[in-house]
């Protein structure tokens, strides 16, 4: 499984991202996806999972009721859609796929910043 994360750059306090990982996979709704993410001089925290199906949504407490974790099978991808930045959401964003394979995105660079 390849896993490619897009959609990340600078954006000032209040704004909104909108992550995507394409997964070249074809059995993707087998796999468990998720998004961690990783500031400078801190460990990697998970963010949020979603459920083969689209069920089983877990978000960390630091962005709950910001942060929306979506999957569209049919097109092999998982969004984190990011509302209300803040500075402390600065860091680089991970897909990770989970299931029978554990694969990681390169990852993106979410930079929250006035």
């Known amino acids: 499984v390849q896993l490619v994360e897009s959609g990340g750059g600078l954006v000032q306090p209040g704004g909104s991202l909108r992550l995507s990982c394409a997964a070249s996979?074809?059995?993707?709704?087998?796999?468990?996806m998720s998004w961690y993410r990783q500031a400078p001089g801190k460990e990697r925290e998970l963010v949020a999972v979603?459920?083969?199906?689209?069920?089983?949504?877990n978000y960390a407490e630091s962005v709950k009721g910001r942060f929306t974790i979506s999957r569209d099978n049919a097109k092999n991808t998982v969004y984190l859609q990011m509302n209300s930045l803040k500075p402390e959401d600065t860091a680089v964003y991970y897909c990770?796929?989970?299931?029978?394979?554990?694969?990681w995105g390169q990852g993106t660079q979410v930079t929250v910043s006035s």
């Open positions: 979603i459920g083969r199906a689209g069920g089983s949504i």
């Open positions: 996979e074809f059995t993707f709704s087998r796999l468990v």
């Open positions: 990770r796929a989970s299931g029978y394979v554990d694969a």
